[in-house]
Protein backbone atom coordinates (compact mmCIF):
# COMPACT_ATOMS: atom_id res chain seq x y z
CA UNK A 1 0.00 0.00 0.00
CA UNK A 2 1.11 3.54 -0.51
CA UNK A 3 2.60 5.34 2.18
CA UNK A 4 0.22 7.78 4.00
CA UNK A 5 3.25 10.13 3.66
CA UNK A 6 2.06 11.02 0.48
CA UNK A 7 -0.47 13.21 1.83
CA UNK A 8 1.68 15.94 3.06
CA UNK A 9 2.86 16.93 -0.70
CA UNK A 10 -0.71 18.44 -1.21
CA UNK A 11 -1.45 22.14 0.54
CA UNK A 12 -5.38 22.28 0.22
CA UNK A 13 -6.48 18.96 0.35
CA UNK A 14 -4.60 18.29 3.45
CA UNK A 15 -7.06 21.03 5.19
CA UNK A 16 -10.00 19.44 4.24
CA UNK A 17 -11.31 16.73 6.72
CA UNK A 18 -14.28 17.33 6.29
CA UNK A 19 -17.32 18.05 3.24
CA UNK A 20 -17.97 21.86 5.00
CA UNK A 21 -14.39 22.79 4.91
CA UNK A 22 -14.24 22.95 0.86
CA UNK A 23 -16.59 25.85 1.56
CA UNK A 24 -14.05 27.78 3.31
CA UNK A 25 -12.16 27.82 0.27
CA UNK A 26 -11.45 30.20 -2.62
CA UNK A 27 -12.23 30.00 -6.36
CA UNK A 28 -8.39 29.78 -6.30
CA UNK A 29 -7.73 27.23 -3.88
CA UNK A 30 -10.45 25.19 -5.85
CA UNK A 31 -8.66 24.72 -8.15
CA UNK A 32 -5.48 23.93 -6.43
CA UNK A 33 -7.91 21.36 -4.61
CA UNK A 34 -9.11 19.62 -8.11
CA UNK A 35 -5.47 19.35 -9.45
CA UNK A 36 -4.17 18.20 -5.88
CA UNK A 37 -7.04 15.69 -5.75
CA UNK A 38 -6.58 14.29 -9.67
CA UNK A 39 -3.26 13.48 -8.69
CA UNK A 40 -3.70 11.47 -5.67
CA UNK A 41 -6.58 9.28 -7.67
CA UNK A 42 -3.92 8.82 -10.22
CA UNK A 43 -1.50 7.50 -7.51
CA UNK A 44 -3.49 5.53 -6.04
CA UNK A 45 -5.59 3.70 -8.83
CA UNK A 46 -1.73 3.19 -10.43
CA UNK A 47 -0.78 1.19 -7.12
CA UNK A 48 -4.51 -0.33 -6.44
CA UNK A 49 -6.05 -0.28 -9.68
CA UNK A 50 -9.86 1.02 -10.54
CA UNK A 51 -11.84 3.09 -12.12
CA UNK A 52 -9.71 6.04 -13.59
CA UNK A 53 -10.52 8.04 -15.98
CA UNK A 54 -14.34 8.23 -15.06
CA UNK A 55 -13.64 9.40 -11.51
CA UNK A 56 -10.96 12.20 -13.36
CA UNK A 57 -13.75 13.72 -15.43
CA UNK A 58 -15.94 14.60 -12.43
CA UNK A 59 -13.44 16.28 -9.66
CA UNK A 60 -14.62 19.72 -10.59
CA UNK A 61 -18.24 18.51 -10.41
CA UNK A 62 -17.56 16.86 -7.23
CA UNK A 63 -15.97 19.69 -5.63
CA UNK A 64 -18.88 22.54 -6.77
CA UNK A 65 -21.52 20.17 -5.25
CA UNK A 66 -20.15 19.73 -1.56
CA UNK A 67 -19.42 23.31 -1.97
CA UNK A 68 -22.68 24.15 -3.01
CA UNK A 69 -24.91 21.35 -1.27
CA UNK A 70 -24.79 20.56 2.65
CA UNK A 71 -23.65 17.13 3.06
CA UNK A 72 -24.91 16.65 6.32
CA UNK A 73 -28.79 17.42 5.47
CA UNK A 74 -28.81 16.30 1.32
CA UNK A 75 -28.00 13.38 -0.66
CA UNK A 76 -25.64 13.12 -3.77
CA UNK A 77 -26.29 9.71 -5.60
CA UNK A 78 -23.63 8.83 -7.86
CA UNK A 79 -25.11 6.60 -10.89
CA UNK A 80 -23.00 3.32 -10.99
CA UNK A 81 -20.35 4.90 -8.88
CA UNK A 82 -17.51 4.20 -10.99
CA UNK A 83 -16.68 8.37 -10.88
CA UNK A 84 -17.20 8.58 -7.45
CA UNK A 85 -13.57 8.89 -6.18
CA UNK A 86 -13.16 12.16 -5.59
CA UNK A 87 -16.43 12.19 -3.96
CA UNK A 88 -14.90 9.32 -1.26
CA UNK A 89 -11.54 11.82 -0.57
CA UNK A 90 -13.46 14.69 0.06
CA UNK A 91 -16.24 12.99 2.47
CA UNK A 92 -13.99 11.80 5.39
CA UNK A 93 -12.21 9.20 3.48
CA UNK A 94 -9.20 10.56 2.35
CA UNK A 95 -6.62 8.33 4.34
CA UNK A 96 -8.78 5.68 3.64
CA UNK A 97 -8.34 6.05 0.17
CA UNK A 98 -5.30 4.39 0.45
CA UNK A 99 -6.58 1.06 0.93
CA UNK A 100 -8.81 1.64 -2.22
CA UNK A 101 -10.60 -1.66 -3.21
CA UNK A 102 -7.90 -3.91 -1.38
CA UNK A 103 -8.70 -6.69 1.31
CA UNK A 104 -10.17 -5.21 4.22
CA UNK A 105 -10.26 -1.24 2.58
CA UNK A 106 -12.75 1.00 1.14
CA UNK A 107 -14.92 -0.17 -1.86
CA UNK A 108 -14.40 1.28 -4.98
CA UNK A 109 -18.19 1.95 -5.17
CA UNK A 110 -20.73 3.82 -2.88
CA UNK A 111 -21.65 1.95 -0.23
CA UNK A 112 -23.92 2.90 2.82
CA UNK A 113 -22.08 0.39 5.12
CA UNK A 114 -18.46 2.49 4.68
CA UNK A 115 -20.21 6.43 5.09
CA UNK A 116 -22.67 7.95 5.90
CA UNK A 117 -22.19 10.31 3.01
CA UNK A 118 -23.01 7.79 0.36
CA UNK A 119 -26.75 8.03 -0.04
CA UNK A 120 -26.85 4.53 -1.33
CA UNK A 121 -25.04 1.40 -2.37
CA UNK A 122 -24.77 1.08 -6.13
CA UNK A 123 -22.26 -0.65 -8.55
CA UNK A 124 -24.73 -1.25 -11.73
CA UNK A 125 -25.99 1.50 -13.45
CA UNK A 126 -29.07 3.63 -14.41
CA UNK A 127 -30.51 3.23 -10.67
CA UNK A 128 -30.01 6.44 -9.37
CA UNK A 129 -33.01 8.66 -10.97
CA UNK A 130 -35.21 5.92 -9.77
CA UNK A 131 -33.63 6.36 -6.02
CA UNK A 132 -33.48 10.15 -6.54
CA UNK A 133 -37.29 10.00 -6.80
CA UNK A 134 -37.76 8.12 -4.26
CA UNK A 135 -35.71 10.07 -1.71
CA UNK A 136 -37.58 13.26 -2.49
CA UNK A 137 -40.98 11.69 -2.07
CA UNK A 138 -39.74 10.56 1.27
CA UNK A 139 -38.85 13.93 2.05
CA UNK A 140 -42.04 15.80 1.26
CA UNK A 141 -43.59 12.78 3.34
CA UNK A 142 -41.46 13.51 6.46
CA UNK A 143 -41.63 17.09 5.69
CA UNK A 144 -37.62 17.23 5.32
CA UNK A 145 -36.32 20.70 3.85
CA UNK A 146 -33.45 18.60 1.81
CA UNK A 147 -32.18 18.66 -1.59
CA UNK A 148 -31.51 15.70 -3.55
CA UNK A 149 -28.86 15.19 -5.96
CA UNK A 150 -28.44 12.34 -8.80
CA UNK A 151 -25.50 12.18 -11.05
CA UNK A 152 -25.77 9.91 -14.33
CA UNK A 153 -23.83 9.64 -17.61
CA UNK A 154 -24.59 9.72 -20.40
CA UNK A 155 -24.38 5.37 -21.68
CA UNK A 156 -26.47 5.01 -18.17
CA UNK A 157 -29.37 7.13 -18.97
CA UNK A 158 -29.73 5.29 -21.91
CA UNK A 159 -30.80 2.52 -20.24
CA UNK A 160 -34.88 0.94 -19.33
CA UNK A 161 -35.03 1.46 -15.60
CA UNK A 162 -33.07 5.50 -15.97
CA UNK A 163 -36.02 6.52 -18.68
CA UNK A 164 -38.65 4.72 -15.96
CA UNK A 165 -37.47 6.76 -13.65
CA UNK A 166 -37.42 9.90 -15.51
CA UNK A 167 -41.14 9.20 -16.70
CA UNK A 168 -42.50 8.76 -13.20
CA UNK A 169 -40.28 11.38 -11.84
CA UNK A 170 -40.96 14.18 -14.55
CA UNK A 171 -44.94 13.13 -13.88
CA UNK A 172 -44.70 13.95 -9.89
CA UNK A 173 -42.28 16.69 -10.40
CA UNK A 174 -40.69 15.87 -7.14
CA UNK A 175 -37.98 18.76 -5.82
CA UNK A 176 -35.06 16.61 -7.39
CA UNK A 177 -32.10 17.48 -9.36
CA UNK A 178 -30.30 14.92 -12.03
CA UNK A 179 -26.79 16.32 -13.21
CA UNK A 180 -26.00 14.42 -16.99
CA UNK A 181 -22.70 13.94 -17.11
CA UNK A 182 -21.99 13.99 -20.93
CA UNK A 183 -18.10 12.71 -21.55
CA UNK A 184 -19.10 11.26 -24.51
CA UNK A 185 -17.86 7.75 -23.56
CA UNK A 186 -19.45 4.66 -22.40
CA UNK A 187 -17.93 1.61 -20.90
CA UNK A 188 -18.06 0.30 -24.53
CA UNK A 189 -18.99 2.69 -27.93
CA UNK A 190 -21.84 4.23 -27.37
CA UNK A 191 -24.59 2.79 -29.55
CA UNK A 192 -28.23 2.64 -30.38
CA UNK A 193 -30.66 5.59 -31.55
CA UNK A 194 -30.63 7.23 -27.98
CA UNK A 195 -26.70 6.61 -27.83
CA UNK A 196 -26.20 8.12 -31.13
CA UNK A 197 -28.52 11.32 -29.91
CA UNK A 198 -26.22 12.06 -26.99
CA UNK A 199 -23.50 11.85 -29.15
CA UNK A 200 -23.59 14.69 -31.23
CA UNK A 201 -21.67 17.51 -30.58
CA UNK A 202 -24.30 19.49 -28.76
CA UNK A 203 -21.99 21.72 -27.44
CA UNK A 204 -19.63 21.95 -29.92
CA UNK A 205 -19.10 24.20 -33.01
CA UNK A 206 -22.37 23.46 -34.92
CA UNK A 207 -24.53 24.82 -32.00
CA UNK A 208 -21.98 27.30 -31.11
CA UNK A 209 -22.28 28.65 -34.71
CA UNK A 210 -25.93 28.49 -34.26
CA UNK A 211 -26.43 30.45 -31.31
CA UNK A 212 -24.23 33.34 -32.95
CA UNK A 213 -26.72 33.39 -36.19
CA UNK A 214 -29.59 32.84 -33.87
CA UNK A 215 -28.51 35.58 -31.60
CA UNK A 216 -28.08 37.96 -34.58
CA UNK A 217 -31.35 37.36 -36.13
CA UNK A 218 -33.29 37.77 -32.86
CA UNK A 219 -31.62 40.82 -31.72
CA UNK A 220 -32.00 42.21 -35.49
CA UNK A 221 -36.06 41.77 -34.66
CA UNK A 222 -35.77 44.57 -32.25
CA UNK A 223 -38.36 42.15 -29.60
CA UNK A 224 -37.83 43.20 -25.87
CA UNK A 225 -35.45 41.78 -23.72
CA UNK A 226 -37.07 39.09 -22.35
CA UNK A 227 -39.09 37.97 -24.83
CA UNK A 228 -35.54 37.51 -26.84
CA UNK A 229 -34.19 35.59 -23.98
CA UNK A 230 -37.33 33.47 -23.91
CA UNK A 231 -36.88 32.47 -28.19
CA UNK A 232 -33.34 32.10 -27.59
CA UNK A 233 -33.44 29.72 -25.02
CA UNK A 234 -36.60 27.41 -26.70
CA UNK A 235 -34.79 27.38 -29.86
CA UNK A 236 -31.30 26.11 -27.67
CA UNK A 237 -33.52 23.55 -26.21
CA UNK A 238 -34.66 22.30 -29.62
CA UNK A 239 -30.95 21.84 -31.07
CA UNK A 240 -29.64 20.15 -27.12
CA UNK A 241 -31.15 16.92 -25.87
CA UNK A 242 -33.31 19.54 -23.44
CA UNK A 243 -36.26 18.84 -25.79
CA UNK A 244 -36.74 15.14 -24.39
CA UNK A 245 -36.27 16.17 -21.22
CA UNK A 246 -38.69 18.91 -21.42
CA UNK A 247 -41.01 16.98 -23.13
CA UNK A 248 -40.49 14.25 -19.87
CA UNK A 249 -41.11 17.17 -17.37
CA UNK A 250 -38.25 18.32 -16.53
CA UNK A 251 -36.69 21.55 -16.12
CA UNK A 252 -33.39 21.68 -18.48
CA UNK A 253 -30.57 23.57 -18.27
CA UNK A 254 -27.18 23.27 -20.05
CA UNK A 255 -25.46 21.87 -21.50
CA UNK A 256 -22.71 23.99 -19.70
CA UNK A 257 -18.41 23.44 -18.97
CA UNK A 258 -18.53 20.83 -16.52
CA UNK A 259 -14.87 21.25 -15.93
CA UNK A 260 -14.95 24.46 -15.21
CA UNK A 261 -15.80 24.86 -10.65
CA UNK A 262 -16.66 28.52 -10.92
CA UNK A 263 -19.40 27.88 -14.14
CA UNK A 264 -20.88 25.04 -11.98
CA UNK A 265 -20.82 27.06 -9.14
CA UNK A 266 -22.50 29.44 -10.46
CA UNK A 267 -25.21 27.52 -11.76
CA UNK A 268 -25.69 24.85 -9.10
CA UNK A 269 -26.68 27.71 -6.87
CA UNK A 270 -29.05 29.43 -8.73
CA UNK A 271 -31.03 26.13 -9.59
CA UNK A 272 -30.83 24.14 -6.72
CA UNK A 273 -33.59 25.99 -4.84
CA UNK A 274 -36.05 25.55 -7.90
CA UNK A 275 -39.03 23.75 -7.17
CA UNK A 276 -39.57 20.50 -9.26
CA UNK A 277 -37.93 18.36 -11.39
CA UNK A 278 -34.93 19.44 -12.80
CA UNK A 279 -31.99 18.02 -15.14
CA UNK A 280 -28.29 20.15 -15.89
CA UNK A 281 -26.50 18.90 -18.62
CA UNK A 282 -22.87 19.64 -18.33
CA UNK A 283 -20.01 18.36 -20.83
CA UNK A 284 -17.13 16.73 -19.13
CA UNK A 285 -13.97 15.18 -20.13
CA UNK A 286 -13.21 11.68 -19.14
CA UNK A 287 -9.99 11.09 -18.04
CA UNK A 288 -8.99 14.99 -17.50
CA UNK A 289 -5.94 16.26 -15.91
CA UNK A 290 -3.58 13.02 -16.49
CA UNK A 291 -2.34 13.09 -20.46
CA UNK A 292 -2.51 8.87 -21.03
CA UNK A 293 -6.13 9.08 -19.64
CA UNK A 294 -7.22 11.73 -21.68
CA UNK A 295 -5.57 9.87 -24.70
CA UNK A 296 -6.97 6.67 -24.02
CA UNK A 297 -10.41 6.86 -21.77
CA UNK A 298 -11.47 3.48 -22.62
CA UNK A 299 -8.41 1.85 -21.37
CA UNK A 300 -7.95 3.94 -18.32
CA UNK A 301 -11.85 3.38 -17.65
CA UNK A 302 -10.91 0.20 -15.34
CA UNK A 303 -7.61 -1.05 -15.00
CA UNK A 304 -4.91 -3.16 -13.00
CA UNK A 305 -1.92 -1.34 -11.84
CA UNK A 306 -0.34 1.43 -13.91
CA UNK A 307 3.07 2.93 -13.91
CA UNK A 308 2.44 6.46 -13.10
CA UNK A 309 5.02 8.05 -15.12
CA UNK A 310 4.13 6.06 -18.52
CA UNK A 311 0.61 4.76 -18.26
CA UNK A 312 1.48 1.43 -19.13
CA UNK A 313 0.10 -1.66 -17.34
CA UNK A 314 2.41 -3.60 -15.28
CA UNK A 315 3.78 -6.64 -16.91
CA UNK A 316 1.84 -9.30 -14.81
CA UNK A 317 2.67 -12.97 -15.62
CA UNK A 318 0.38 -14.16 -17.36
CA UNK A 319 0.99 -17.99 -18.31
CA UNK A 320 -2.30 -18.57 -20.07
CA UNK A 321 -4.96 -17.44 -21.93
CA UNK A 322 -7.98 -16.40 -19.68
CA UNK A 323 -11.49 -18.32 -20.07
CA UNK A 324 -13.04 -15.22 -21.76
CA UNK A 325 -10.01 -15.43 -24.45
CA UNK A 326 -10.62 -18.95 -24.84
CA UNK A 327 -13.98 -18.09 -25.34
CA UNK A 328 -13.61 -15.99 -28.02
CA UNK A 329 -11.43 -17.85 -30.09
CA UNK A 330 -14.09 -20.69 -29.61
CA UNK A 331 -16.98 -18.63 -31.29
CA UNK A 332 -15.26 -17.10 -33.72
CA UNK A 333 -14.54 -20.54 -34.74
CA UNK A 334 -17.88 -22.12 -34.88
CA UNK A 335 -19.33 -18.40 -36.29
CA UNK A 336 -17.01 -19.29 -39.80
CA UNK A 337 -18.86 -22.38 -39.94
CA UNK A 338 -22.09 -22.01 -39.21
CA UNK A 339 -23.90 -18.29 -40.13
CA UNK A 340 -26.93 -18.37 -37.66
CA UNK A 341 -24.70 -17.71 -34.75
CA UNK A 342 -25.61 -13.99 -33.88
CA UNK A 343 -23.21 -12.32 -30.97
CA UNK A 344 -25.30 -9.95 -28.31
CA UNK A 345 -23.76 -7.97 -25.70
CA UNK A 346 -25.14 -5.25 -23.26
CA UNK A 347 -22.15 -2.69 -23.66
CA UNK A 348 -19.49 -5.21 -22.60
CA UNK A 349 -17.82 -5.90 -25.71
CA UNK A 350 -14.78 -5.93 -24.58
CA UNK A 351 -15.02 -7.40 -21.23
CA UNK A 352 -17.00 -10.39 -22.80
CA UNK A 353 -14.53 -10.75 -25.44
CA UNK A 354 -16.63 -10.41 -28.44
CA UNK A 355 -14.36 -6.89 -30.12
CA UNK A 356 -12.99 -9.62 -32.68
CA UNK A 357 -16.25 -11.28 -33.58
CA UNK A 358 -17.22 -8.04 -34.03
CA UNK A 359 -14.22 -6.73 -36.14
CA UNK A 360 -15.34 -10.35 -38.27
CA UNK A 361 -18.95 -10.59 -38.45
CA UNK A 362 -20.16 -6.85 -37.98
CA UNK A 363 -23.33 -7.80 -39.29
CA UNK A 364 -24.01 -10.56 -36.95
CA UNK A 365 -22.65 -8.78 -33.45
CA UNK A 366 -25.26 -6.71 -31.62
CA UNK A 367 -24.16 -4.49 -28.74
CA UNK A 368 -27.79 -3.20 -27.12
CA UNK A 369 -26.40 -0.77 -24.54
CA UNK A 370 -27.03 -1.24 -21.11
CA UNK A 371 -30.23 -3.35 -21.54
CA UNK A 372 -29.81 -6.46 -20.19
CA UNK A 373 -33.48 -7.25 -19.71
CA UNK A 374 -33.74 -6.59 -23.65
CA UNK A 375 -30.64 -8.02 -24.62
CA UNK A 376 -32.38 -11.38 -23.51
CA UNK A 377 -35.64 -10.79 -25.05
CA UNK A 378 -34.14 -9.84 -28.08
CA UNK A 379 -32.42 -12.96 -28.19
CA UNK A 380 -35.32 -15.03 -27.46
CA UNK A 381 -36.94 -13.74 -30.86
CA UNK A 382 -33.95 -14.26 -32.83
CA UNK A 383 -34.11 -18.17 -31.73
CA UNK A 384 -37.74 -18.02 -32.49
CA UNK A 385 -36.68 -17.50 -36.10
CA UNK A 386 -34.13 -20.52 -36.01
CA UNK A 387 -30.88 -18.30 -35.49
CA UNK A 388 -28.54 -19.30 -32.61
CA UNK A 389 -28.32 -16.17 -30.57
CA UNK A 390 -25.49 -16.33 -27.81
CA UNK A 391 -25.77 -13.75 -25.25
CA UNK A 392 -22.84 -12.78 -23.10
CA UNK A 393 -23.17 -11.17 -20.21
CA UNK A 394 -21.48 -10.83 -16.48
CA UNK A 395 -22.81 -12.82 -14.01
CA UNK A 396 -24.25 -10.11 -11.90
CA UNK A 397 -25.72 -8.15 -14.62
CA UNK A 398 -27.15 -11.24 -15.98
CA UNK A 399 -29.57 -10.85 -12.30
CA UNK A 400 -30.99 -7.76 -14.31
CA UNK A 401 -32.87 -9.76 -17.32
CA UNK A 402 -33.98 -12.45 -14.66
CA UNK A 403 -37.60 -12.30 -15.89
CA UNK A 404 -36.35 -12.29 -19.54
CA UNK A 405 -34.69 -15.73 -18.93
CA UNK A 406 -37.69 -17.36 -17.07
CA UNK A 407 -40.54 -15.69 -19.08
CA UNK A 408 -39.36 -15.24 -22.64
CA UNK A 409 -36.49 -17.97 -23.43
CA UNK A 410 -37.26 -20.72 -21.05
CA UNK A 411 -40.85 -20.79 -20.95
CA UNK A 412 -40.85 -20.76 -24.44
CA UNK A 413 -38.37 -23.45 -24.69
CA UNK A 414 -36.20 -21.28 -27.47
CA UNK A 415 -32.60 -21.99 -28.33
CA UNK A 416 -30.61 -19.26 -26.89
CA UNK A 417 -27.13 -19.63 -25.36
CA UNK A 418 -25.97 -17.37 -22.90
CA UNK A 419 -22.32 -17.18 -21.75
CA UNK A 420 -22.23 -16.37 -17.80
CA UNK A 421 -18.67 -14.55 -17.82
CA UNK A 422 -17.57 -13.62 -14.27
CA UNK A 423 -19.10 -16.39 -12.43
CA UNK A 424 -17.54 -16.92 -8.78
CA UNK A 425 -15.47 -14.62 -6.81
CA UNK A 426 -14.54 -11.78 -9.17
CA UNK A 427 -12.37 -9.81 -6.48
CA UNK A 428 -11.14 -6.21 -6.48
CA UNK A 429 -14.54 -4.83 -7.31
CA UNK A 430 -16.86 -6.77 -4.88
CA UNK A 431 -20.26 -7.23 -3.43
CA UNK A 432 -21.62 -5.94 -6.67
CA UNK A 433 -19.73 -7.57 -9.06
CA UNK A 434 -19.45 -10.88 -7.25
CA UNK A 435 -21.19 -13.99 -9.00
CA UNK A 436 -22.02 -16.10 -6.36
CA UNK A 437 -25.69 -16.45 -7.07
CA UNK A 438 -26.19 -17.60 -10.78
CA UNK A 439 -26.47 -21.35 -10.10
CA UNK A 440 -29.24 -20.54 -7.28
CA UNK A 441 -31.41 -18.42 -9.39
CA UNK A 442 -30.72 -20.28 -12.97
CA UNK A 443 -30.63 -23.94 -11.69
CA UNK A 444 -34.43 -24.24 -10.79
CA UNK A 445 -35.81 -23.18 -14.49
CA UNK A 446 -37.26 -25.82 -16.08
CA UNK A 447 -35.80 -26.31 -19.84
CA UNK A 448 -32.69 -24.69 -18.79
CA UNK A 449 -28.96 -26.56 -19.69
CA UNK A 450 -27.15 -25.26 -17.11
CA UNK A 451 -23.21 -26.08 -17.13
CA UNK A 452 -19.62 -25.01 -15.58
CA UNK A 453 -16.25 -26.32 -17.16
CA UNK A 454 -13.36 -27.40 -15.18
CA UNK A 455 -10.77 -26.34 -17.68
CA UNK A 456 -10.80 -24.53 -21.40
CA UNK A 457 -11.11 -28.17 -23.12
CA UNK A 458 -14.16 -28.34 -21.30
CA UNK A 459 -15.13 -24.52 -22.19
CA UNK A 460 -14.86 -25.20 -25.81
CA UNK A 461 -16.71 -28.51 -25.72
CA UNK A 462 -19.61 -27.07 -23.79
CA UNK A 463 -20.17 -24.34 -26.03
CA UNK A 464 -19.81 -26.82 -29.42
CA UNK A 465 -22.22 -29.09 -27.75
CA UNK A 466 -24.96 -26.13 -26.95
CA UNK A 467 -25.11 -25.20 -30.70
CA UNK A 468 -26.49 -28.35 -31.26
CA UNK A 469 -28.56 -29.04 -27.95
CA UNK A 470 -32.37 -27.61 -28.69
CA UNK A 471 -32.69 -25.88 -24.89
CA UNK A 472 -31.63 -23.30 -23.83
CA UNK A 473 -27.85 -22.84 -22.30
CA UNK A 474 -26.46 -20.89 -20.13
CA UNK A 475 -22.47 -21.69 -19.57
CA UNK A 476 -20.65 -20.01 -16.55
CA UNK A 477 -17.47 -19.65 -16.47
CA UNK A 478 -14.85 -17.48 -13.99
CA UNK A 479 -12.64 -14.59 -14.47
CA UNK A 480 -9.15 -15.61 -14.51
CA UNK A 481 -6.37 -17.94 -16.25
CA UNK A 482 -6.95 -21.38 -17.68
CA UNK A 483 -5.06 -23.93 -17.45
CA UNK A 484 -2.43 -23.71 -20.12
CA UNK A 485 -4.41 -26.79 -22.38
CA UNK A 486 -4.03 -27.30 -25.73
CA UNK A 487 -7.91 -26.80 -27.45
CA UNK A 488 -8.99 -28.56 -30.49
CA UNK A 489 -11.26 -25.72 -31.97
CA UNK A 490 -12.27 -28.29 -35.05
CA UNK A 491 -13.06 -31.56 -32.91
CA UNK A 492 -16.66 -32.59 -33.71
CA UNK A 493 -17.14 -33.87 -29.93
CA UNK A 494 -19.74 -33.29 -28.55
CA UNK A 495 -21.11 -34.03 -24.14
CA UNK A 496 -23.94 -36.28 -23.54
CA UNK A 497 -26.49 -33.36 -22.12
CA UNK A 498 -26.58 -34.29 -18.40
CA UNK A 499 -23.91 -36.50 -18.35
CA UNK A 500 -20.91 -35.88 -15.86
CA UNK A 501 -17.75 -37.13 -15.48
CA UNK A 502 -16.16 -39.84 -13.19
CA UNK A 503 -12.42 -38.14 -12.50
CA UNK A 504 -11.97 -41.11 -9.56
CA UNK A 505 -14.20 -44.03 -9.56
CA UNK A 506 -13.28 -45.82 -6.17
CA UNK A 507 -12.82 -44.17 -2.58
CA UNK A 508 -14.51 -43.67 0.79
CA UNK A 509 -15.98 -40.78 0.34
CA UNK A 510 -17.65 -39.32 -2.85
CA UNK A 511 -16.52 -35.39 -3.68
CA UNK A 512 -18.91 -33.92 -6.24
CA UNK A 513 -17.00 -30.16 -7.83
CA UNK A 514 -18.14 -27.85 -10.27
CA UNK A 515 -16.66 -25.47 -12.31
CA UNK A 516 -13.47 -23.98 -11.24
CA UNK A 517 -13.34 -26.10 -7.79
CA UNK A 518 -13.19 -29.59 -10.13
CA UNK A 519 -9.19 -29.27 -10.39
CA UNK A 520 -8.58 -27.76 -7.06
CA UNK A 521 -10.39 -30.90 -5.76
CA UNK A 522 -8.22 -33.13 -7.48
CA UNK A 523 -5.00 -31.99 -6.20
CA UNK A 524 -6.45 -31.76 -2.76
CA UNK A 525 -7.37 -35.50 -3.14
CA UNK A 526 -4.33 -36.26 -4.50
CA UNK A 527 -3.15 -34.56 -1.48
CA UNK A 528 -5.36 -36.78 1.03
CA UNK A 529 -4.44 -40.10 -0.87
CA UNK A 530 -1.02 -39.59 0.52
CA UNK A 531 -2.43 -40.08 4.22
CA UNK A 532 -4.28 -43.34 3.06
CA UNK A 533 -8.33 -41.05 2.43
CA UNK A 534 -9.13 -42.32 -0.31
CA UNK A 535 -11.79 -39.92 -2.23
CA UNK A 536 -14.05 -40.60 -5.62
CA UNK A 537 -14.01 -37.66 -7.61
CA UNK A 538 -17.21 -36.74 -9.86
CA UNK A 539 -17.00 -33.69 -12.38
CA UNK A 540 -20.18 -31.72 -11.71
CA UNK A 541 -20.37 -30.45 -15.36
CA UNK A 542 -24.09 -30.81 -15.84
CA UNK A 543 -25.79 -28.53 -12.78
CA UNK A 544 -28.67 -29.13 -14.89
CA UNK A 545 -30.06 -31.23 -16.22
CA UNK A 546 -28.74 -33.32 -12.74
CA UNK A 547 -28.25 -37.03 -13.64
CA UNK A 548 -29.55 -38.07 -10.21
CA UNK A 549 -28.96 -42.02 -11.69
CA UNK A 550 -25.24 -41.56 -12.68
CA UNK A 551 -25.05 -39.87 -9.05
CA UNK A 552 -26.97 -42.75 -6.83
CA UNK A 553 -24.84 -45.51 -8.79
CA UNK A 554 -21.44 -43.96 -7.13
CA UNK A 555 -22.60 -43.17 -4.30
CA UNK A 556 -23.62 -46.86 -3.46
CA UNK A 557 -20.91 -47.79 -1.55
CA UNK A 558 -19.78 -44.33 0.43
CA UNK A 559 -21.87 -42.72 3.86
CA UNK A 560 -20.22 -39.31 3.73
CA UNK A 561 -20.85 -36.78 0.25
CA UNK A 562 -19.22 -33.58 0.24
CA UNK A 563 -20.07 -30.99 -2.57
CA UNK A 564 -17.94 -28.19 -3.74
CA UNK A 565 -18.79 -25.29 -5.37
CA UNK A 566 -18.02 -21.46 -5.62
CA UNK A 567 -21.90 -19.94 -5.33
CA UNK A 568 -23.44 -19.59 -2.25
CA UNK A 569 -24.91 -22.88 -0.66
CA UNK A 570 -28.12 -21.92 -0.57
CA UNK A 571 -29.99 -22.47 -3.91
CA UNK A 572 -26.63 -23.58 -5.09
CA UNK A 573 -25.38 -27.17 -6.25
CA UNK A 574 -24.54 -28.83 -3.26
CA UNK A 575 -28.51 -27.89 -1.64
CA UNK A 576 -29.28 -29.92 -4.58
CA UNK A 577 -27.70 -32.82 -3.55
CA UNK A 578 -28.91 -32.34 -0.48
CA UNK A 579 -32.32 -31.93 -1.56
CA UNK A 580 -31.44 -35.60 -3.41
CA UNK A 581 -30.37 -37.33 -1.11
CA UNK A 582 -32.60 -36.01 1.63
CA UNK A 583 -34.25 -39.52 2.08
CA UNK A 584 -30.66 -42.32 1.45
CA UNK A 585 -29.40 -41.71 5.15
CA UNK A 586 -26.37 -40.28 3.64
CA UNK A 587 -24.28 -38.00 5.57
CA UNK A 588 -23.97 -34.47 2.91
CA UNK A 589 -21.12 -31.73 4.09
CA UNK A 590 -21.43 -28.74 1.33
CA UNK A 591 -18.67 -26.63 0.59
CA UNK A 592 -19.76 -22.98 -0.73
CA UNK A 593 -20.24 -19.76 0.02
CA UNK A 594 -21.89 -18.50 3.30
CA UNK A 595 -25.31 -16.54 2.96
CA UNK A 596 -23.72 -12.98 2.64
CA UNK A 597 -22.28 -10.75 0.27
CA UNK A 598 -19.02 -11.48 -0.86
CA UNK A 599 -16.74 -8.55 0.39
CA UNK A 600 -13.79 -6.86 -2.55
CA UNK A 601 -10.29 -8.11 -2.27
CA UNK A 602 -7.50 -10.63 -3.78
CA UNK A 603 -9.93 -13.45 -5.18
CA UNK A 604 -7.22 -16.03 -3.79
CA UNK A 605 -7.72 -14.34 -0.27
CA UNK A 606 -11.43 -14.03 -0.55
CA UNK A 607 -11.56 -17.76 -1.41
CA UNK A 608 -9.22 -19.04 1.51
CA UNK A 609 -11.23 -16.39 3.78
CA UNK A 610 -14.43 -18.54 2.97
CA UNK A 611 -13.01 -22.03 2.96
CA UNK A 612 -12.40 -22.45 -0.77
CA UNK A 613 -8.73 -22.51 -1.16
CA UNK A 614 -6.30 -25.83 -1.19
CA UNK A 615 -5.75 -25.32 2.10
CA UNK A 616 -8.75 -24.87 3.47
CA UNK A 617 -10.74 -27.53 1.49
CA UNK A 618 -7.72 -30.58 2.61
CA UNK A 619 -7.91 -29.45 6.03
CA UNK A 620 -12.02 -29.57 5.69
CA UNK A 621 -11.99 -33.09 4.01
CA UNK A 622 -9.46 -34.33 6.48
CA UNK A 623 -11.52 -33.52 9.32
CA UNK A 624 -14.67 -34.64 8.13
CA UNK A 625 -12.77 -37.97 7.32
CA UNK A 626 -11.51 -38.61 11.38
CA UNK A 627 -14.52 -37.53 12.80
CA UNK A 628 -16.74 -39.52 10.52
CA UNK A 629 -14.25 -42.60 10.55
Request: glycine share 8%; proline share 2%.
Amino acid sequence: MISIDVLNKYKILNKINFPKDIKLLSFSELKILASEVRDYIIKVVSHNGGHLASSLGVVDLTIALLYVFDLERDDVLWDTGHQAYAYKILTDRKEKFLTLRTFGGISGFPNIFESSYDAFGTGHSSTSISLALGMAVANDFLEKNSKVVSIIGDGAITSGIAFEGLNNAGNLNRDMLVILNDNEMFISDKVGALGKYFAKILSGEIVKKFETVLETLIKNLKLPENIIKKLFSRMKTILTPGLIFEELGFSYFGPIDGNNIKVLIDILSKIKDIKGAKLLHIVTQKGKGYKYSEENPNKFHGISAFDESTGEIYNKIVKNKTYTEIFTETILNEARKNKKIIAITAAMGDGTGLKSFLKEFPDRYFDVGIAESHALTFAAALAKKSLIPVVCIYSTFLQRGFDQIVHDICLQNLHVIMMVDRSGIVGEDGATHNGVFDISFLRFIPNLVLMSPKDEVELNLMFRSALQYENPCAIRYIKGETFGLEVDYNSENILECGRNEVLIPDGEILVLATGNMVNLALKVITKLLEENIKCKLINIRFIKPLDQNFILEYAKNVNIIITIEENVLFGGFGSMIDEMFSSFGKKIFNIALPDKFIEHGNANSLRDKYELSFIKIYQRIKSIYLNEK
